[in-house]
């Protein structure tokens, strides 16, 4: 797979010598020449320039990048780029990289950027997702903006303890991925258990986010214990009823 990187700062750098590693044809483009010396990656291809003009992404032949990374500390840079390369090449993927979150709500498809790394927001989440058990945290923002991928871990008191997942009435455009469980990944099944400590992974929209963390919250706890204990006519848990969604705020651009 060819892919193109734009910015050999030690972001473009890093994903360079990774997909190295794995055998990619790289191609980074940056404007100053003394990056290539020090970046110690072998194998690399090297263009120096502006990858904000036109000509030089021509030089590139970008139409024949699978995948293009504006990796720049320039988030005015990494939006031209991934523009450039979504109108003008035609590229299948788009990376852009977001140095100031209030700047990532520009990163979607009207600025030809198929995935948006917002690094300072992904610090955040891995810290919170380390110590915010019983709430849902944003680990990465998909499609766009539209869609993202959220962790929830299970505390030892939920309410959904000894539920199945088939059971649960999770909300609409929220998908349960995967369940991490002892250290161990587990392809969730409708017959499968939620126990405490059970690390929950979701593919949701961003508007559903609002809905799932309702529904995992203690506050649905006293709504449940009722039918844990008689359940439904059929034999299954009542199910929680799905409460209204709510749309993000959007930032305006920080330029």
């Given amino acids: 797979m060819k892919v193109v990187i734009v910015g050999a700062g030690s972001v473009g750098s890093s ?8 055998k990619h044809e790289i191609l980074l483009i940056d404007l100053k020449p003394e ?30 990048a699978e995948v293009v990374v504006s990796a720049t500390g320039d988030d005015k840079v990494n939006l031209v780029v991934s523009l450039l390369a979504k109108t ?22 009207s600025w030809g950027v198929d995935v948006a790394v917002n690094t300072p927001q992904l610090m955040t989440a891995l810290v919170e997702e380390a110590v915010e058990i019983g709430d849902l945290v944003r680990l990465l923002t998909l499609q766009t903006g539209v869609s993202s991928l959220v962790e929830f871990t299970v505390p030892h008191d939920s309410h959904v303890i000894g539920l199945t997942v088939g059971g649960i009435d999770w909300p609409e455009d929220s ?3 995967a369940i991490l469980r002892d250290q ?29 963390r309702a ?6 706890q006293q709504d449940h ?27 305006g651009f920080d330029g």
Avoid at 15 to 22: C, D, K
Avoid at 189 to 209: N, P, Q
């Fill in 15 to 22: 994903i360079a010598r990774e997909l190295l590693a794995h």
């Fill in 35 to 64: 990056v290539i010396g020090r970046s110690g990656l072998r194998g690399a291809h090297w263009l120096v320039g502006d990858a904000c003009e036109l000509s030089t992404l021509q030089d590139a032949k970008l139409e024949d």
């Fill in 88 to 109: 003008e090449f035609g590229v299948g993927r788009t990376v852009g990289r977001v140095n100031n979150p209030k700047n990532d709500w520009m990163f979607n498809d």
């Fill in 175 to 177: 998908t349960l991925v």
């Fill in 184 to 212: 161990a990944p587990i392809t969730p099944s409708r017959d499968d258990v939620i126990d405490g400590g059970d690390e929950l992974f979701f593919v949701t929209t961003i508007a559903a986010e609002d809905g799932l």
């Fill in 215 to 220: 529904l995992l919250s203690p506050d649905q």
């Fill in 225 to 251: 214990e009722p039918d844990r204990q008689h359940g439904s006519d059929d034999g299954h848990p009542d199910t929680a009823e799905r409460p209204e969604q709510q749309a993000p705020d959007e930032d």
